[in-house]
């Protein structure tokens, strides 16, 4: 039987359809394109309130059964914007790290980390985003005269995904407070050095607060369209061309050619400034970086490559342990099960994503974190359930960084062009 989830304002589905026809002009929220329906999955959209008439003969023609999940969207989007998550914002004293904070808010907050840690914290940028916003990172460890390995953790790809860089903020509180009394901690801190960008796409990130709750993209402007943005994590260098004229990038892969769509790849890979700036700094630096982290949300899953295809990675077994860890770590907080393995077997296939660029460009660990929830509250995921599900992802960062400090069969020379 197919079900329906239907909210206030914004109607979002989660049902199984003989026919994406049904679901022209909606917005997809799992799985991100209607190409990538699958038989016996469910899938999330949302539509906006003036077109839910139509839609909803169209799904009692299908017989189509529904269910309100949440009576007011409205409501819990004001929620996460309102003057109560606008509390403990001005110093570190009293940052309050379980509610999401605004674009200035975070920038302020690391500006500030790096001035009251300097033992531990160094602040820099990267580059400009499409709108000139800096894009900034922290380094995060012990200052050693050694040249150490390095794990890199971004958040906010897709702008929506606000528990991102609420993770990403959480990591460095966590890391930088227990360092002093966590063993585990301080080890990974004396022995490593965490690259942290909590905001990686800040122009649509900024957008997702002033404008739009659920914009997804970039910001970059389109000369033949009027619509703007690139899907941020379709438009790394990863199998672009299958010959010199023809695209990668298209539906059958995850990716669109077509700028309107949620999971355009862009006009050509690293079209975007954000993603560019990234690419260079692991490139710089990708004889230290062991391990990629990107953080997403939402699927409560640990993915790892190939993503593009239906592959079998050569250091399979070395990372299937490290995500079996974290995922086991991950439980041991609150009983939250996650699944994992190759993103296009365990989520769907995808071109231009960031772990595929990573792992080909030598990193031999690269994971994307797909966080809570399972799409009850979907994007919208509540202020309350910030600290748990930080709380128990930390662990699986952490398990998966303390691998790095062990020995695992990995030649690097073997790792082929993907």
Request: charged letters at 25%.
């Amino acid at each position: 039987q197919t079900i329906l989830i239907l909210q206030f304002r914004f109607y979002i589905y989660r049902l199984l359809l003989p026919h994406n026809e049904i679901l022209q002009g909606v917005d997809f929220w799992q799985p991100n394109s209607a190409t990538l329906i699958c038989q016996n999955a469910t899938v999330d959209v949302h539509v906006k309130r003036n077109d839910t008439r139509g839609l909803h003969a169209r799904l009692k023609q299908e017989h189509i059964d529904y269910r309100v999940f949440i009576s007011n969207l409205q409501k819990e989007i004001e929620k996460q914007t309102g003057y109560r998550s606008s509390r403990k914002r001005r110093s570190e004293s009293q940052y309050d790290y379980e509610v999401y904070h605004s674009l200035e808010e975070i920038q302020s907050w690391m500006f500030e980390m790096n001035r009251t840690h300097t033992d531990l914290v160094d602040m820099f940028s990267i580059g400009r985003s499409y709108e000139g916003k800096p894009l900034y990172v922290l380094q995060i460890g012990k200052r050693s005269r050694h040249q150490k390995k390095a794990v890199w953790i971004d958040c906010g790809v897709h702008a929506r995904e606000w528990i991102g860089p609420a993770f990403c903020q959480w990591f460095v509180k966590e890391a930088i407070n227990s360092y002093h009394y966590d063993s585990v901690m301080r080890r990974l801190l004396n022995q490593l050095n965490f690259y942290v960008m909590p905001v990686f796409n800040v122009d649509g990130y900024d957008f997702s607060w002033t404008t739009d709750r659920f914009w997804r993209k970039t910001r970059s402007k389109n000369h033949k369209f009027h619509c703007r943005g690139v899907d941020a994590n379709r438009n790394w260098k990863v199998k672009w061309y299958l010959s010199l004229n023809a695209f990668w990038c298209d539906e059958k892969n995850g990716a669109s050619s077509h700028p309107c769509d949620d999971t355009y790849c862009g006009p050509f890979p690293e079209s975007e400034p954000e993603v560019k700036a990234v690419a260079k700094f692991l490139r710089k630096y990708k004889k230290r970086v062991k391990a990629y982290i990107s953080i997403h949300a939402y699927a409560q899953m640990l993915l790892y490559p190939y993503s593009y295809k239906y592959a079998t990675i050569p250091n399979f077994n070395c990372v299937e342990s490290a995500a079996h860890n974290a995922v086991t770590a991950l439980y041991s907080a609150y009983g939250v099960r996650y699944r994992y393995g190759p993103a296009s077997t365990t989520l769907y296939v995808s071109s231009g994503s960031s772990i595929d660029w990573a792992y080909r460009n030598g990193i031999p660990y690269a994971f994307a974190f797909e966080l809570r929830d399972t799409g009850y509250f979907g994007f919208l995921l509540p202020e309350s359930l910030i600290n748990p599900t930080c709380t128990e992802t930390m662990r699986a960062v952490k398990a998966i960084a303390s691998g790095l400090l062990k020995k695992c069969e990995t030649d690097r020379d073997k790792f082929p062009y993907i």
